[in-house]
C-alpha cells in the first residue's frame, strides 16, 4: 500500500494526520530498508526540526499497533522499524551493518503449513535474516 493509502485509511478511521506522522509514513513507505530511530532522526533534522526522540518513539509505537509499521532486531540489541511489507526477508552486513531486503520466489506459507500439522505447533510469524559480509566490504 502506498503512503497516500495509508494515511488515506488512517484518516477515514478518526485517527489525526499530524505532520510527523505524515513524514514518517512517507518516508518508511519509499525506503528499502529498516530504520533505527538515531537513522530516522537523522533524516527527519531538516523538514522536523523538532521532532524528538520520545515524540517519535510514540509515533512508531501507534504505528506499530496499527499494524502499519513492524519493529525488527536483529540480535544486535537496536531496532530497525519499516512499513509492514509484503512478506520479505534480510540480509545484514555483520562489518557495515547495511540492511537490504531480500524476496524469494518460492512463498514459505507450504513449509509453515507442514510444520503447523506436523509438529502441531501454531505460529504466529516468523523471520529469517542472513548474516555475512556484502559486497563492499569484501574487497
Do not use: W
Amino acid at each position: 500500500m502506498t503512503s497516500q493509502g495509508i494515511l488515506s485509511d488512517l484518516s477515514t478511521s478518526g485517527f489525526r494526520i499530524s505532520k510527523v506522522r505524515k513524514n514518517l509514513v512517507e518516508y518508511l513507505s519509499i525506503c528499502q530498508k529498516p530504520h533505527s530511530v538515531p537513522e530516522l532522526l537523522n533524516s527527519f533534522k531538516q523538514n522536523l526540526p523538532t521532532l524528538n526522540k520520545t515524540s517519535l518513539y510514540r509515533e512508531l509505537s501507534f504505528l506499530k499497533d496499527q499494524g502499519i509499521v513492524q519493529e525488527i532486531e536483529f540480535g544486535e540489541g537496536k531496532k530497525r522499524y519499516e512499513i509492514n511489507p509484503s512478506h520479505h526477508h534480510h540480509i545484514v552486513c555483520l562489518k557495515c551493518d547495511s540492511i537490504e531486503d531480500v524476496a524469494f520466489d518460492q512463498d514459505l506459507s507450504k513449509h509453515e503449513a507442514r510444520i503447523e500439522k506436523e509438529l502441531k505447533f501454531k505460529i504466529k510469524a516468523h523471520a529469517l535474516e542472513f548474516f555475512g559480509i556484502c559486497q563492499t566490504c569484501q574487497h
